[in-house]
């Protein structure tokens, strides 16, 4: 059984972050390549990673391309929760239902500035 984890600097480029993707190309086609190879078991999206990613698109300089990353991160993860994304979820910080408030709230909290750990942290304390 093989075991791939996700890292952020992999999931920006996935996500395409301006300022962050500069091994796009190179990642989609290991990311394509691993989903398509047999052997290989899990790929999977660690709690930090999913923190990270976040915090850095709601630091994106530009508002438009901050929006358009943040939706995109947004239905990564629903798809994620939802099972239609090629990697699973790895952490017990967060339950389903949190990651899908947080993912609705995401993109309009980037363009505050407000990154995805402090979501979590909100989260959280609610």
Known sequence: MFVHFIDTSVLLNIIDVPGRNQQRK?????????????????????????????????????????RKA????????????HNQAPWQYYGNQLTEEDLQKICRDFPDAAMRGEG?????IVRAYQ
């Open 26 to 66: 190179e990642v989609m086609e290991e990311l394509k390549s691993l989903t398509e190879k047999k052997d290989i078991n899990a790929l999977v999206l660690p709690f930090a990673t999913i923190i990270e990613t976040g915090n850095h698109i709601a630091h994106c300089g530009d508002g438009r391309q901050r």
């Open 70 to 81: 943040a939706e995109k991160f947004s239905m990564c993860l629903d798809k994620m929760i």
């Open 116 to 120: 995805f750990g402090d979501l979590s």
